[in-house]
């Protein structure tokens, strides 16, 4: 393991599987607009980190990206709870590009109402979700290796916390450019009634303010899954002490 990244309800590990190729688990508990275009731009920033090691293609290795996602993704409707996907040639279906992009999506909703899938699996599901639960608290009294997990994840220090909060930040940035567009692109249908031009300045102003506040909501959240005290919390995000109780 090389790191573990908790934001706004994400658990984010980067891993290595047999020292050779690259695998990143990112648990999403909200949807969140371009989900899928996200996804595929971890893929991309693992897989072009490697050329700092190395100026040789050849030696860029596998690199896989599991999503765990508790709630349900529109394009999957109707697929199984776990699904792999490759580049694969469009028309037979049969020829796979390269061996070096693998995706899985687990769905946390459709695994829980399968009634075949392996209740330890969904333990560990819960744990990757929620690691407070209760049924977590009470799964750890029996299964010894979800309590070191538990443990571990409790081990990481305080420095990691405020690196992490950096990390949080840039995330947040993406996160908030993407808040724009979209509260732009509202703006803009809502103002063909009164004018284009009227739309783009409500659609710019309403981007800006939903961003802003999603951007520090987000890292407030990370925040308090980490403990961190409530005043730093305030002093970083600029958020109200009442808004970032209601948050826990």
């Not at 908790?6 to 969140?32: C, F, H, R, S």
């Not at 209760?134 to 309590?147: C, D």
């Not at 102003?205 to 899954?225: D, F, L, P, S, V």
Request: hydrophobic share 35%; glycine share 4%; charged share 40%.
């Amino acid at each position: 393991r090389e790191k573990i990244n908790d934001k706004m309800g994400v658990l984010d590990v980067i891993a290595k599987i047999n020292d050779k190729d690259y695998v990143n688990i990112e648990m999403q508990v909200t949807n969140q607009e371009a989900i899928m275009e996200r996804m595929l731009y971890y893929w991309a920033r693992k897989y072009t980190q490697q050329m700092k090691k190395s100026n040789d293609y050849t030696n860029l290795q596998k690199t896989i990206v599991v999503l765990i996602a508790n709630f349900n993704i529109k394009q999957l409707n109707g697929l199984e709870f776990h699904t792999k996907w490759k580049i694969i040639e469009e028309k037979h279906r049969k020829n796979i590009l390269t061996n070096r992009f693998e995706m899985h999506i687990i769905g946390l909703e459709k695994a829980r109402k399968e009634k075949n899938v392996d209740n330890e699996l969904i333990d560990w599901l819960e744990f990757i979700t929620n690691p407070e639960s209760e049924r977590i608290k009470e799964k750890m009294a029996e299964n010894k290796e979800l309590k070191n997990a538990y443990t571990k994840l409790k081990e990481m220090s305080e420095d990691e916390k405020m690196q992490r909060i950096a990390e949080w930040r840039q995330d947040a940035i993406y996160t908030e450019n993407t808040l724009y567009s979209s509260g732009l692109k509202e703006g803009e249908k809502r103002g063909k009634e009164i004018g284009k031009a009227i739309g783009e300045e409500i659609g710019e102003k309403r981007g800006k303010e939903i961003g802003e506040k999603n951007k520090q909501i987000e890292i407030a959240r990370n925040m308090i899954k980490e403990k961190i005290d409530t005043k730093l919390i305030s002093k970083t995000t600029g958020l109200t002490k009442e808004e970032i109780e209601k948050l826990k």
